[in-house]
């Protein structure tokens, strides 16, 4: 059992960054591909960005590509999530996830953390 807590969140104006992590529970967490999610209010949990277990493949959404990266320091079971140009529109709670296989899709992940609160004033 994995075991994720979020931190980082919290209130920016619109063009303005934010830097979001997630602390896993276990060493063997750099066995886990890791994602980020969010879900706004109304809406479906959506795919943020991913990282494969060593790191060196990532996946984006279209609609933070360029503006988001997702790193990772397995030393210190530690996912992070660069969010710069802050929109409105990401204004969501953001989940970290980890699974076994590296992917967009919100099903393959196993873990979950809580969740931490972005909101993106204009």
């Known amino acids: 059992q994995v075991q994720l807590v979020e931190s980082g969140g919290g209130l920016v104006q619109a063009g303005g960054s934010l830097r979001l992590s997630c602390a896993a529970s276990?060493?063997?967490?750099?066995?886990?591909?890791m994602a980020w999610f969010r879900q706004a209010p109304g809406k479906e949990r959506d795919f943020v960005g991913a990282?494969?277990?060593?790191?060196?493949?990532?996946y984006y959404a279209d609609s933070v590509k360029g503006r988001f990266t997702i790193s990772r320091d397995n030393a210190k079971n530690t996912v992070y999530l660069q969010m710069n140009s802050l929109m409105p529109e990401d204004t969501a709670v953001y989940y970290c996830?980890?699974?076994?296989?590296?992917?967009?899709?919100?099903?393959?992940?196993?873990?979950w953390g809580q969740g931490t609160q972005v909101t993106v004033s204009s």
């Open positions: 990282i494969s277990r060593s790191g060196s493949s990532m």
């Open positions: 276990q060493r063997t967490a750099s066995s886990y591909a």
């Open positions: 996830a980890a699974g076994a296989f590296f992917s967009r899709s919100r099903d393959l992940y196993n873990y």
